[in-house]
């Protein structure tokens, strides 16, 4: 099996690409195909996710003037990367393009092994253009919008499950000073004080990852999403394409477009 996350699943879909590698499964979690501009821009989101899922006081924590330098700084990036045009290699565009000639028609069956996890409050997710590269977005059957019954990989349609969450569902942890002076046999108190009355910290929300291992676990087992994708999915990537309009062709970080595929010596 093959589980990626974010740009991760971009990466991993750029490999099977070019190698046509078998898998038994494919797990994308908000498949992420940002442009560089717009990635800087993913930034500022994580951040906000940062401070909205940590506790309160925690490391992620800098204040409001913290806040408005790190926004500053994004702003002038994301301004001067925009007006520059420097783009990834390979770029948005042409990772759709492989998705379309090698993904979809890859002889390992990629699509009907595929499931798209997407949560219910991602902005960073471009899933239902994935989607639509390997699904035919002129059918008029149940099909086009994620509403498939091929769960366990039985049709040539990628399969979807929505799940409540954010783009950063899949990131959860919690770290306890107590649980380490105990391992260590330092008493807690004294190493508190050693750092400043810090006692712990903790991102993300331990009942969205619950829900998300349950579905991919079930998944893994071939059972059919629990739960589909509502009619309105993919309003937003309709409308803006991901914001990727530019004016003449990207600078890319490195030549040329990228033809996905491996010579042997």
Not at 13 to 18: D, E, F, K, N
Not at 40 to 47: D, K, T, Y
Not at 136 to 143: A, L, Q, T
């Amino acid at each position: 099996y093959a589980v990626a996350h974010s740009l991760g699943a971009k990466l991993q879909t750029i490999y099977m690409a070019a190698t046509n590698q078998h898998y038994d499964g494919i797990g994308f979690m908000s498949f992420n195909n940002f442009g560089f501009a717009s990635t800087i821009g993913m930034a500022r989101s994580f951040a906000t996710e940062f401070r909205k899922n940590s506790d309160n006081g925690s490391i992620f924590d800098g204040g409001p003037e913290q806040e408005m330098m790190v926004n500053t700084i994004l702003n002038f990036a994301e301004a001067a990367v925009g007006a520059i045009g420097v783009e990834f290699t390979p770029t948005p565009q042409d990772t759709e393009r492989l998705i379309e000639l090698k993904y979809k028609s890859s002889t390992a069956k990629y699509c009907e092994k595929t499931r798209l996890f997407v949560f219910d409050d991602d902005s960073l997710d471009n899933s239902f253009n994935f989607y639509n590269k390997c699904c035919d977005p002129n059918s008029n059957d149940d099909n086009s919008n994620g509403n498939g019954d091929n769960g366990n990989g039985d049709g040539d349609i990628v399969s979807v499950s929505w799940l409540q969450g954010t783009h950063l569902t899949p990131v959860y942890f919690k770290f306890d000073l107590s649980e380490i002076t105990q391992d260590v046999g330092i008493p807690n108190e004294m190493a508190s004080q050693a750092v400043g009355g810090f006692q712990g910290a903790s991102f993300g929300n331990k009942d969205e990852l619950s829900g998300l291992v349950d579905e991919v676990c079930n998944w893994i087992v071939g059972k059919p999403p629990a739960n589909r994708p509502p009619s309105t999915w993919g309003a937003a990537e309709k409308d803006n394409s991901d914001g990727r309009q530019q004016q003449g062709p990207p600078k890319s970080l490195s030549g040329g477009i990228v033809d996905a595929e491996t010579v042997d010596e």
